[in-house]
């Protein structure tokens, strides 16, 4: 079978059969929506990680474990949403990866709605300190953090939290974003760097902490205007400052066609190129693209499964996200044993993809990156929302809807038989997948358009008029029926 897609052959074999990864976007919830389906069976090797080496000669896993996505305990609240994290089963995880070679765990004062941070710390204080590298970062987002006080307090409250004296990885989190003031105006990507990091002392700080050995790694994690990310790195080249690492929104689509997904972004071939040209060490966020890169539709799952029919969908993703010698470690957000699993296996050690290999994923991402989805990777900045609304819980299945086919025009008064019967399904399909995956009170129609959203997100997404357009959707096809 040739590997070559056309936009018409992919969009035409488009169908229900895509392989469920939810937990993989799930971001600590309970939602027991996944299964091992697609999942690698086997053995979990031990002893085998891929490891790649940092700065210092230190040797770290190729994958890392991303703290943002950790299973809940179940609660009756509504949705889940303040569910507390399942500690129990975290330090099971975290055990298990341990065991099998991964070594690096990567946090944030906001992951899991502000429990990761002391949920990893729990996790991590069982083990010995030198077992493990951790990763924080200095989320001073909003500007009522960006007081140097606010951001010291921010910077002290993770040591306490991960229960550690030294920090072996610490990051600017999402530079490249706008965000609003006090006043309520839009602050410019460049502005709100400095104000976060540069006129509140904070990047000089933390150079220093970094002197004295409280900080064992020091870079940033970036999203958005590529401005920023140049001109951080044209500070390295000026001799002012240097970065130990930088994370970046990798995977296959990513590489090459970032932008034809949202318009804001830059390819990470350039943005990798940029930094092992500089000899930065680079961490990988996204590697699945917010799970969208397992629920690809059928064609696409058939030529992966007739190249490897023991392999993942995901595998294909974690071993491109891994491919590059520069890259130091691949962050996956696992909230399952099963996802941890196979992605170990994908890691122990890493298959380099071939030539051909590589054709195949291009061609893949190619007609991809041509599909109208929502760029969101569920980080879940955007939450709570203050109505209530799901809102990666929106896209997610508006995208996974598209993906499949489900999201079609009308048939019209002309339309053939056969049209109208898959207009029906389809729409049936999209409505019931609906109501069943968002509660009514959480759904698209609920947005007033605050505007409290957008600035949050990281990919730059109109929340507020994807919601509209969304809502007309969902109105269309009920007063179709």
Same mark, same amino acid.
């Given at each position: 079978?040739?590997?070559?897609?056309?936009?018409?052959?992919?969009?035409?074999?488009?169908?229900?059969?895509?392989?469920?990864?939810?937990?993989?976007?799930?971001?600590?919830?309970?939602?027991?929506?996944? /299964?091992? $389906?697609?999942?690698?069976?086997?053995?979990?090797?031990?002893?085998?990680?891929?490891?790649?080496?940092?700065?210092?000669?230190?040797?770290?896993?190729?994958?890392?474990?991303?703290?943002?996505?950790?299973?809940?305990?179940?609660?009756?609240?509504?949705?889940?949403?303040?569910?507390?994290?399942?500690?129990?089963?975290?330090?099971?995880?975290?055990? @298990?990866?341990?065991?099998?070679?991964?070594?690096?765990?990567? /946090?944030?004062?906001?992951?899991?709605?502000?429990?990761?941070?002391?949920?990893?710390?729990?996790?991590?204080?069982?083990?010995?300190?030198?077992?493990?590298?951790?990763?924080?970062?200095?989320?001073?987002?909003? %500007?009522?953090?960006?007081?140097?006080?606010?951001?010291?307090?921010?910077?002290?409250?993770?040591? +306490? $939290?991960?229960?550690?004296?030294?920090?072996? @990885?610490?990051?600017?989190?999402?530079?490249?974003?706008?965000? /609003?003031?006090?006043?309520?105006?839009?602050?410019?990507?460049?502005?709100?760097?400095?104000?976060?990091?540069?006129?509140?002392?904070?990047?000089?700080?933390?150079?220093?902490?970094?002197? +004295?050995?409280?900080?064992?790694?020091?870079?940033?994690?970036?999203?958005?205007?590529?401005?920023?990310?140049?001109?951080?790195?044209?500070?390295?080249?000026?001799?002012?400052?240097?970065?130990?690492?930088?994370?970046?929104?990798?995977?296959?689509?990513? %590489?090459?066609?970032? +932008?034809?997904?949202?318009?804001?972004?830059?390819?990470?071939?350039?943005?990798?190129?940029?930094?092992?040209?500089?000899?930065?060490?680079?961490?990988?966020?996204?590697?699945?693209?917010?799970?969208?890169?397992?629920?690809?539709?059928?064609?696409?799952?058939?030529?992966? +499964?007739?190249?490897?029919?023991?392999?993942?969908?995901?595998? %294909?993703?974690?071993?491109?996200?891994?491919?590059?010698?520069?890259?130091?470690?691949?962050?996956?957000?696992?909230? @399952?044993?099963?996802?941890?699993?196979?992605?170990i296996r994908t890691y122990s050690p890493l298959k380099p993809l071939n030539d051909e290999e590589l054709s195949m994923l291009e061609d893949i991402a190619d007609v991809f990156a041509n599909f109208k989805t929502v760029p969101c990777t569920d980080c879940k900045y955007c939450m709570p929302c203050p109505y209530g609304i799901?809102?990666?819980?929106?896209?997610?299945?508006?995208?996974k809807c598209l993906n499949e086919g489900d999201v079609i025009m009308g048939p019209g008064d002309d339309a053939a038989p056969s049209h109208r019967k898959a207009f029906r399904q389809a729409r049936r399909r999209f409505l019931v997948g609906y109501d069943r995956a968002i509660p009514s009170v959480r759904q698209a129609d609920?947005?007033?358009?605050?505007?409290?959203?957008?600035?949050?997100?990281?990919?730059?997404?109109?929340?507020?008029?994807?919601?509209?357009?969304?809502?007309?959707?969902?109105?269309?096809?009920?007063?179709?029926?």
């Open positions: 079978m040739s590997n070559n897609i056309d936009r018409r052959t992919f969009l035409k074999l488009a169908g229900a059969g895509a392989i469920a990864s939810a937990a993989v976007a799930a971001g600590c919830n309970t939602k027991q929506e996944t /299964t091992a $389906e697609g999942v690698s069976l086997g053995e979990v090797p031990v002893g085998k990680m891929t490891m790649r080496e940092n700065l210092h000669g230190e040797q770290v896993s190729l994958l890392g474990y991303g703290c943002m996505r950790f299973p809940t305990i179940e609660t009756n609240s509504e949705a889940q949403q303040n569910a507390p994290l399942d500690q129990d089963a975290i330090n099971e995880l975290v055990d @298990y990866a341990i065991a099998h070679g991964v070594n690096l765990f990567d /946090t944030a004062p906001p992951y899991c709605k502000g429990q990761s941070e002391h949920a990893t710390g729990i996790a991590l204080s069982r083990h010995k300190r030198e077992d493990f590298f951790v990763s924080t970062k200095l989320s001073n987002h909003s %500007w009522q953090q960006w007081s140097r006080e606010a951001s010291m307090a921010m910077y002290h409250n993770s040591m +306490k $939290e991960l229960q550690v004296d030294y920090l072996d @990885y610490y990051m600017l989190h999402s530079v490249g974003g706008t965000r /609003t003031d006090a006043d309520g105006n839009e602050v410019e990507p460049l502005e709100v760097l400095k104000r976060r990091f540069f006129d509140n002392g904070m990047l000089d700080f933390l150079c220093e902490e970094r002197e +004295k050995g409280r900080i064992h790694n020091l870079g940033f994690s970036y999203h958005g205007d590529i401005s920023v990310f140049d001109y951080l790195l044209q500070l390295q080249d000026q001799g002012k400052y240097h970065w130990d690492h930088v994370l970046i929104q990798h995977n296959y689509v990513d %590489w090459n066609h970032s +932008k034809l997904i949202n318009p804001r972004n830059t390819n990470s071939s350039y943005l990798y190129g940029e930094l092992a040209k500089r000899n930065i060490p680079v961490f990988v966020m996204e590697p699945l693209l917010g799970g969208q890169l397992v629920n690809l539709n059928d064609h696409a799952i058939e030529l992966l +499964k007739e190249r490897d029919p023991q392999a993942s969908i995901a595998s %294909w993703a974690f071993r491109f996200a891994g491919q590059q010698p520069r890259i130091l470690t691949v962050l996956s957000g696992m909230t @399952y044993m099963e996802h941890l699993q196979d992605n799901d809102i990666p819980g929106v896209f997610a299945h508006y995208n609920h947005c007033i358009g605050c505007q409290r959203c957008v600035n949050a997100c990281p990919q730059g997404i109109d929340i507020p008029s994807q919601m509209v357009s969304i809502n007309n959707h969902v109105e269309q096809l009920k007063q179709s029926m």
